[in-house]
């Protein structure tokens, strides 16, 4: 990005036996912190889900708040003054890009961080449409932040903040909390080159954090590791830490390179019979957003179901109308006759008029819970009490289960996703990783025959990561249906049983031998079953139709 003027001062770090613990919490957020960041250094921040990474984050940035949200313990500043008297002058991603979106308009949001810092008008735009360029964000500038796709969110967030750097005033300190979480992988390369680019000449300091660590390694001078405990476990360049505490990173949960999860892919059984099928389906977020049509496609019963493809092909706007959360535009989603309620005894006489067993559009959510669950891209859209524990009870409490029974399966929920300190939490504070935990959990209360996950995998460490997946399969060995939004290559191998390949425009890499369902469709290597080939018209960049495919999981390029 070639951006006029010259960069501001550039700040380092001085963390003196830091430490922040939220209000309301016994335990610690992080604590006992002590390092110094050099002007310039670029840095990866790693450890645990939980261990405070995101919380360092925050304070570096000055956006933890004051007395209220937490207290604070030690030292820490940035270019020689407390975080918050460097506000403006530090770029921060947060991990929940719908978090960062302002402004109605692509091209406002971007320009939002350049106009608080009273860039000239006339250098503005120019950086905006290089920053927009430099992530590949590249649509209409009065096109509505509402349209966008997480993945296209989270390229927004970083064209804001790389639009603020260079020239007088800008911020000399970079913070990414998982920038590339959510992105496809040509997104992932993308955002590393554009990043790089920013501070190859020194003037920036970058604090990246990152569980899956390969993309960053080769930009980064140096790795701290945040203890789970206190203080630091390991800091070092890249090389030095990776070779000399490669075990006890593996033990913390770290992702180390070259260290592949433990976890082996099942022998899926033979597909069973579809337990949804769609036909002549158009979907989109209202007449005015459609996203794409598609012909016949099938989720067969029993195996897990990944829905793969590039930012902005409509895979979460897919498996929210599969799960019964979004109407569809044109055609339908049908359930199979085992999966139907048989009456609409739990909805309004308005609702009821429209019930139809087999259009999953139209059940009471109180059918939902037991038949199809759903895990949003963002966890926080489904968080509805304020405890961790009552969270997880939520949905056994609606189905009018015993008080003692309720108690059993969430005490045993807490223990298997890692939450058992944080049962009294509000969902709210918890780090993003413990957030996607929890929403998992909820799902999984209700034992609902099919469950959709969008993202499951988001913001693990290798430890938890492990165990989600594990869970996953066990649910999938009672006989249950998993649909899986992803773009977790190591979920795919392990979890890409059927695959539905979501291709924009021009990007047709369907393989397989044709199905009856459709042209351009095969079979996965590890399923009897199948799904569709759909294209179709539609009217937007980012929502027009493309292709959809099954292919084997072994050609999966994420």
């Known amino acids: 990005m070639s951006i006029p003027g010259s960069a501001s001062a550039v700040p380092g770090v001085v963390a003196d036996d830091w430490g922040w613990r939220y209000a309301g919490r016994r335990e610690w957020a992080a604590r006992h912190l002590d390092f110094t960041i050099e002007p310039g250094e670029r840095v990866l921040l790693l450890g645990a889900s939980g261990a405070g990474k995101s919380t360092l984050l925050g304070a570096l940035t000055g956006v933890l708040g004051g007395n209220d949200e937490g207290e ?3 030292r820490l500043l940035v270019g020689g003054k407390h975080p918050t008297r460097m506000r403006g002058h530090i770029g921060l991603v947060m991990q929940d890009p719908n978090s960062q979106v302002i402004l109605q308009r692509i091209g406002d949001d971007a320009a939002f961080g350049c106009e608080n810092l009273a860039v000239p008008r006339d250098q503005i735009w120019p950086r905006v ?12 500038l009065d096109r509505s932040t509402t349209a966008l796709s997480g993945g296209q969110q989270q390229r927004l967030a970083i064209a804001g903040a790389l639009a603020m ?44 954090v990152e569980h899956r660590v390969d993309v960053w390694t080769d930009l980064v001078d140096r790795v701290l590791v945040l203890s789970a405990q206190a203080g630091l476990l390991a800091d070092g360049s890249p090389r030095e830490v990776f070779a000399s505490q490669r075990e006890v990173l593996t033990r913390a949960g770290v992702w180390v390179p070259g260290t592949p999860p433990a976890v082996t892919a099942r022998q899926a059984p033979v597909a069973g019979k579809p337990v949804l099928t769609t036909t002549d389906l158009t979907i989109g977020h209202g007449p005015a957003h459609p996203v794409r049509t598609m012909d016949t496609t099938t989720i067969p019963a029993g195996l897990s179901t990944t829905i793969v493809g590039p930012n902005g092909a409509g895979k979460t706007t897919l498996a929210l109308t599969l799960a019964g959360l979004l109407e569809p535009l ?79 399966q969430v005490d045993a929920l807490l223990a298997r996703l890692h939450l058992e300190k944080l049962a009294d939490a509000n969902p709210f504070t918890l780090s993003g990783g413990e957030k996607r935990r929890l929403s998992v959990g909820t799902v999984l209360a209700t034992e609902p025959q099919v469950i959709v996950l969008d993202e499951p995998t988001f913001g693990q460490d290798r430890a938890t990561w492990i165990d989600l997946v ?29 695959e539905l390949r979501l291709d924009l425009p021009g990007n047709d890499t369907s393989t397989g031998t044709a199905m009856d369902a459709g042209p351009g469709m095969g079979p996965s290597n590890r399923t009897a079953g199948a799904a569709g080939s ?25």
């Not at 056994?396 to 108690?407: F, S, V, Y």
């Open 129 to 140: 449409h290089s920053a927009l360029d430099s992530v590949d964000l590249h649509l209409p």
């Open 470 to 498: 594990a869970l996953v399969q066990d649910v999938l060995a009672q006989g249950h249906t998993v649909i899986s939004v992803t773009h977790d290559r190591d979920y795919l191998d392990v979890l890409g049983e059927n």
């Open 534 to 558: 759909h294209s179709g018209p539609a009217p937007d960049t980012d929502t027009e139709a493309g292709t959809v495919s099954s292919r084997p999981s072994s050609g999966m390029a994420s």
């Open 330 to 408: 044109a055609g339908s989603v049908t359930a199979a006759e085992h999966l139907r309620p048989t009456s609409g005894r739990f909805l309004t006489r308005a609702m009821h008029r429209h019930f139809n067993p087999a259009r999953p559009i139209t059940w009471a959510s109180r059918d939902l819970l037991t038949r199809i669950g759903t895990v949003f891209q963002n966890p926080e859209h489904q968080f509805v009490t304020g405890n961790v524990r009552d969270e997880l009870a939520v949905g056994l409490k609606a189905l009018g289960h015993a008080d003692q029974e309720i108690t059993r």
């Open 165 to 208: 750097q260079g020239g007088a005033g800008a911020p000399g300190m970079l913070c990414l909390d998982e920038p590339t979480a959510n992105l496809d992988p040509e997104g992932v390369t993308t955002v590393h080159d554009a990043i790089a680019h920013v501070v190859a000449d020194r003037r920036t300091t970058l604090v990246v």
């Open 72 to 74: 604070e313990a030690g």
